[in-house]
């Protein structure tokens, strides 16, 4: 599906399997692209990835001939490992996240008791956001908005009338992100998502993910105006206190994403798998009862 609105086309891929769209912004035939949210296929059975998801991406990107300047990170996903680095190879371009993924790092290594080499700097990626720094994908000038509370390093990204909200809110129907994860807090997560929804009423939210009701067919562009009137967790009139005893009381009876284990380990490594051991195979762990 593309969009376009003030000289930004938006495309969206869904994959089915992590129910997570994976967005290419740019400007046209020929013009220069960010891609948002890459997924890395992995079967949690085998322990095997592949590029299914990854190569329609790299298809799109090359039948419009664009040039890829951002390989871009809402946040450090929990459901499915990101395929940035497989995309830089490809394309070219450079991989980014929020600045404050170093807490989630510093959390994460101290749980997976990761090697001591692995840094807490956030250098695994080619550059941190700042909380509303700019970004620039060719003449298409955007910016980076913060809104920790489904983790604590949770950026979003607009680009003239088009925000890409990653794990803030969902569509209406659905409602808001869990914020049960190391670091995440309700009342952050609140505070986030008005500043979003403060934004003009007409402005295109794109969802990071889309877990649709089974009588209707996948969505993932709504608008500020549809989600304060609509969203079952937070339109108008829903206070903090109501919003954060509703995700608190809900947040308790979510089973953890199955691909959590491993996609927390690759993507806090820029989605770079963990270094090899001696026997010329990489690993990932899982701890036991810590998560
Ligand atoms: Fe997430």
Known sequence: MTTQNNNAQVHGIFDPKTWTVTYVVHQGVGSACAIIDS???????SGRTNHHSADQVVEYVQAHQLKVEWILETHAHADHLTAAPYLKAKLGGKTAIGDHITEVQKVFKGIFNLEPEFKLDGSQFDHLFKADEEIKVGNLVGKTLFVPGHTPACVAYQFGDAVFVGDTLFMPDVGTARCDFPGGDAKALYASIWMLLSL????????????????RPIAFETTVAE??????????????????????????????????????QINIRAGELPPKEDNGIAYVKIPLNAL
């Open 227 to 264: 989600q304060r009137a609509k969203n079952i967790h937070i339109h108008d009139g829903v206070s903090e206190a109501d919003f954060v005893a509703m995700r608190t009381k809900r947040d308790a009876t979510l089973e953890m994403p199955v691909l959590i284990l491993p996609a927390v």
């Open 200 to 215: 003009p009423s007409e402005t295109r939210l794109f969802m990071c993910h889309d877990y649709p009701p089974t009588d």
């Open 39 to 45: 997924v890395l296929d992995y079967d949690p059975k």
